[in-house]
């Protein structure tokens, strides 16, 4: 299983829940679990192109994922996922 961790932002998008676990072989698998399971959840995590929204970034494990492959980062089971929104203010 794969372990996806939400920020307290997020967690209203998925019933409080502060992490998530599927079965999946790349982040690409995760977000399209993440459509089916919490549609809300991937809708502020993705665009309606399923492109990941510019704020948003997610890491595997320490990595983020633009410094591996992409959404077509291999995930093996024990892999965490942080979706890290980007912070703004002044």
């Given at each position: 299983m794969i372990t996806v961790h939400l920020p307290a932002p997020?967690?209203?998008c998925c019933e409080g829940a502060s992490e998530l676990a599927f079965p999946a072989p790349s982040l690409r698998a995760?977000?399209?679990a993440l459509e089916q399971r919490h549609p809300s959840l991937h809708r502020s995590i993705c665009d309606e192109t399923g492109t990941v929204r510019r704020h948003v970034n997610?890491?595997?494990?320490?990595?983020?994922?633009?410094?591996?492959n992409g959404l077509?980062?291999?995930l093996v089971p024990g892999d965490v996922v942080t979706i890290l929104p980007a912070v703004s203010g002044g």
């Amino acid at each position: 299983m794969i372990t996806v961790h939400l920020p307290a932002p997020l967690r209203d998008c998925c019933e409080g829940a502060s992490e998530l676990a599927f079965p999946a072989p790349s982040l690409r698998a995760v977000l399209d679990a993440l459509e089916q399971r919490h549609p809300s959840l991937h809708r502020s995590i993705c665009d309606e192109t399923g492109t990941v929204r510019r704020h948003v970034n997610l890491f595997v494990n320490i990595n983020h994922m633009r410094d591996c492959n992409g959404l077509d980062t291999p995930l093996v089971p024990g892999d965490v996922v942080t979706i890290l929104p980007a912070v703004s203010g002044g």
